[in-house]
């Protein structure tokens, strides 16, 4: 078994990542070989809690267009990670992984209601517990519920899987000049208003002292040299 830097990780998977190259729906390609390095995580005796966000489906501020209420719209996001949430179960369940998926909004013939002691409980008997809908209210995003989250079960650790690869001081498809951070402060990211985490979840994260890796989604594996505490992606944190 490898060296393990994070015993127990919330990691945080955006919807768009599910959609591969598409763009929007999944992608079971993508699916697969991001359960395939979950699996591998648990395997080596990680505790894994998932979050999932739901754009890939629905993105409620954006997508509502300014034609729904936003607090409707945002619900219907929360069902969109829902699905996700779903689809990720199934197939960890296909690769013979113990999951839970529990829901902030109950919804009980598909899913557990949100109960903190019960979640811990599933993830100290090894089983993946994915968390749906958010923090089942409106306004919030799914980074918030991450890093919400990740402080409820005593997580060692946000990894944060985006399709970047690291933090950077400006948009790297937009300034070619930008660089790529190997670690960083939340007093920094939150001055610089970099895009790592959106500022709620960030503000968080800083308070209950939550370190984030940031890493690129691209490749799977990243999960795995993550939690093995290998260099990758940017760490963000309260000191460097």
Request: hydrophobic fraction near 40%; proline fraction near 2%.
């Amino acid at each position: 078994m490898s060296q393990l830097k994070y015993k127990r990780v919330l990691l945080k998977v955006s919807g768009e990542a599910l959609a591969g190259d598409q763009g929007r729906g999944l992608n079971f390609e993508v699916i697969d070989s991001v359960c395939d390095a979950i699996a591998r995580c648990v395997h080596e005796g990680v505790q894994v809690g998932v979050v999932v966000g739901g754009g890939n489906f629905w993105r409620g501020l954006k997508d509502g267009k300014g034609m729904q209420e936003r607090t409707r719209a945002d619900h219907m996001g929360m069902l969109a990670t829902t699905i996700n949430c779903l689809a990720l179960a199934d197939i960890l369940e296909q690769k013979g992984v113990d999951v839970r998926v529990q829901t902030a909004i109950e919804m009980k013939a598909i899913a557990e209601p949100y109960i903190r002691s019960r979640a811990i409980r599933h993830l100290e008997k090894g089983r993946v517990v994915i968390f749906g809908c958010g923090t089942g209210n409106p306004f919030f995003s799914t980074d918030t519920a991450a890093a919400l989250r990740a402080a409820e079960i005593d997580a060692d650790a946000i990894l944060l899987a985006k399709n970047v690869d690291g933090v950077y001081s400006a948009d790297p498809n937009l300034d070619p000049t930008a660089v790529k951070y190997d670690s960083i402060t939340y007093d920094e990211v939150l001055a610089q208003h970099l895009q790592v985490m959106d500022s709620t979840a960030t503000t968080l994260s800083m308070e209950t002292k939550m370190p984030v890796v940031l890493f690129a989604l691209k490749d799977p594996e990243n999960i795995l040299r993550a939690v093995r505490g290998e260099k990758i992606g940017t760490v963000v944190g309260i000191s460097k």
